[in-house]
């Protein structure tokens, strides 16, 4: 493949899939998860992803968000191609420049609110002094002021999921992916933690969410449509790309 | 991340997860502490009997009448009885240059009586060098003179046992008692001393060796006590005296010499492999404490692959994660040999302050060892889980395959 090449023509862009492939082994049976998917995500984006449920939505949202990696095809973040970085480099990555909010939150359960928000800083080396800080002050914008020492059974659903985006913002990443964030939430709660993710787009964060509410897809700028492994529809380009194997 | 860091996230995960870190330092420190105990016990038993050989004093020779066939003699065939050892053959064999006291012994059992108490004891015949040889000291009085032993007078040695049994509180110094129905009076009471090489010294009565001779009515010695001037040739000595008594034997070569160093040194043998046997006894329970702490490891890393993919999703390196799961292994096994550690000097403590005829004695290796083992095996059945869980891309990790 051509793909170290291809790392200048798109330079502009944040986010560039091209031809993206995975499989996945069940049992003896290979299951094509992503066909041949590409996408370029400018900086600054909302874009929600939505889509049966199967049809590939989380897959594509772990490889951009490194969590995984790609069988063929080629991801480039911030002008970087990352199909070819070492492990190392990867997680430096994911550090840095990526912000990732799971559906079940991810906490830690032995750990408190701000010692599970501030993990990141710690895997970076940042001083203790300067972590409390940086955590103090996103908690209080998120309205957790008060629950720095709490631990998450102690916490509601829509408090966990503050944390968690606490978690995701204390290293102030450039991507932020968020994997059905309000799948385990109630309404309200839900509606507050969307709330919170569009502020954060709203002051330059590129925000990409993956739900099956349409309601909420609807907010976001572009929307992408996902079946079977494949964007089928795509807002910003208004065209149905059919499958091509 | 910085150690500080690692140190204390590993400190959490102990200090938050009690019971867990419970069972598994105690499964280190039951591993530890066995093998302190098991070790302990071989080593105390060692240096029980090498006291007792001590005890002994060394460079000394013993030479038994009759000819032991395994020590390789030049007869074919044994001939009728060997002729008795006798005081002038001791006499002849201090004489040699070698040599710095001699003590002949006679050896018998005999009643021993003071007014209406009585008790049958083994009874000695000797000279004032077999307290020198057997390394015994006295209480109260000096003993036999050099001219007493000659002429057979009738004064006795005794032991505190003895004394106590005949006497009570009383004083015995100066009193007389009798052995066999004949009177001596007591010039000697041996210090309370226990047991030496299975004779019961405290339970004994020493009579100048003419004076046993007709007590026992026979001039056949039990045996020939040799101590050696210092730093003399052992091997050599022992050709000498052969041939000595040998020569004074119508060349017979009719006696056995032992040599203490020789039996300290067999002894040795037995006795290092004992502790080397129970060592390996300590080191398979110890491998058993392993196989505790490997399966707990195991399953407990297992369980916490998603908090490994959860590190990695937030950008921890493969190597963070194995770091910070060494760390936190390190620190519960630390916790465990220290406990491991305190437990088993604190029990053979207790065991040495309550039990006065044995003592347990740790050997210094076995404490390095079962440390370091506990080490090994902890973490490598730390590494070994942890280090396939942090290799896995962070969603595999997390979904727990
Ligand atoms: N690690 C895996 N091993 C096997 N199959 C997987 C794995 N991850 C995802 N899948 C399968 O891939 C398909 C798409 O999964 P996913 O991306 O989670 O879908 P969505 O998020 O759209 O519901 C599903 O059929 C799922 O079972
Ligand atoms: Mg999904």
């Known amino acids: 493949m051509t793909q170290l090449t291809m790392t200048k023509v798109i330079a502009t862009k944040q986010i560039t899939l091209s031809h993206i492939d995975k499989t996945y082994l069940v049992g003896e049976k290979p299951l094509h998860v992503l066909n041949d998917i590409s996408l370029s995500i400018e900086a600054g984006e909302y874009i929600s992803i939505m889509g049966p449920s199967g049809s590939g939505k989380s897959t594509l949202l772990n490889m951009i968000g490194l969590l995984d990696r790609v069988d063929n095809g080629s991801l480039v973040l911030e002008n970087t191609e990352t199909t070819v970085l070492t492990e190392e480099q990867r997680a430096k990555l994911r550090r840095n420049s990526l912000g990732f909010i799971f559906q079940n939150f991810q906490l830690i359960s032995r750990l408190t609110a701000l010692e599970n928000a501030e993990l990141p800083l710690v895997l970076a080396g940042v001083d203790a002094n300067k972590r409390s800080e940086i955590v103090t002050e996103l908690f209080e914008s998120l309205g957790l002021a008060d629950r720095l020492q709490h631990l998450p059974k102690q916490l509601s659903g829509g408090q966990l999921q503050r944390v968690a985006i606490a978690r995701a913002m204390v290293m102030s990443p450039k991507i932020l992916l968020a994997d059905e964030p309000t799948g385990n939430l109630d309404q309200k709660s839900g509606k507050e933690v969307v709330g919170v993710l569009e502020e954060l787009n709203r002051q330059g964060i590129t925000l990409i969410m993956v739900t099956h509410d349409h309601e909420l897809g609807a907010r976001a700028n572009r929307q992408l449509q996902m079946v079977d492994g494949v964007i089928v529809a795509d807002s910003a380009t208004c065209i149905e790309i059919g499958t091509n194997k | ?401």
């Open chain 2, 1 to 401: 991340m910085k150690w500080r860091d690692s140190w204390r996230f590993s400190a959490q995960v102990l200090l938050r997860h009690k019971t867990r870190t419970a069972l598994l330092s105690f499964a280190v420190a039951i591993g530890v502490c066995s093998v302190l105990l098991l070790t302990s016990v071989g080593e105390g038993a060692r240096h029980y009997v090498s006291k007792e050989f001590a005890s002994l004093g060394s460079d000394i020779l013993i030479i038994l009448p009759g000819k032991k066939e395994t020590s390789g003699g030049s007869i074919p065939f044994y001939s009728t009885t060997p002729r008795d050892l006798t005081i002038e053959d001791a006499q002849a064999v201090k004489h040699l240059s070698s040599v710095k006291s001699v003590a002949p012994v006679i050896a018998g059992t005999a009643l021993v009586s003071h007014k209406n108490k009585s008790r049958e004891v083994i009874a000695i015949g000797s000279t004032q060098d077999f307290l020198k040889v057997r390394n015994l000291t006295l209480s109260h009085g000096r003993g036999f003179s050099q001219k007493s032993a000659d002429l057979a007078e009738s004064i006795c040695i005794i032991g505190a046992q003895l004394k106590d049994d005949l006497f009570g509180q009383q004083k015995a110094m100066g009193q007389w008692l009798k052995i066999a129905e004949r009177r001596y009076r007591v010039v000697g009471i041996l210090e309370q001393r226990g047991e030496s090489l299975g004779l019961d010294m405290r339970d004994m009565v020493i009579i100048p060796i003419r004076s046993a001779e007709s007590l026992f009515n026979s001039p056949a010695l039990f045996r020939i006590l040799i101590a050696l001037k210092p730093r003399q040739d052992e091997s050599l000595t022992e050709q000498r005296i052969l041939s000595l008594i040998k020569k004074r034997h119508d060349n017979e070569e009719d006696i056995t010499i032992v040599s203490q160093n020789a039996m300290m040194s067999s002894f040795d043998r037995i006795s290092n492999f004992l502790t080397v046997a129970i060592g390996v006894i300590a080191s398979i329970s110890l491998v058993v404490a392993g196989f505790l702490i490997m399966n707990v490891s195991y399953i407990s890393v297992s369980k916490r692959q998603q908090e490994i993919g959860l590190l990695k999703a937030i950008g921890a390196t493969a190597t963070e994660v194995r770091v910070i799961f060494l760390t936190e292994s390190a620190l519960l096994i630390g916790l465990g040999v220290c406990l491991g550690l305190a437990a088993g000097y604190t029990i053979a403590a207790l065991f040495n302050q309550f039990i006065a005829s044995f003592v347990l004695i740790i050997p210094w290796w076995a404490a390095l060892a079962s440390g370091l083992m506990s080490f090994v095996i902890g973490l490598l059945f730390t590494w070994l889980p942890a280090a396939k869980a942090a290799s896995q891309d962070p969603v595999s990790a997390m979904r727990g395959n």
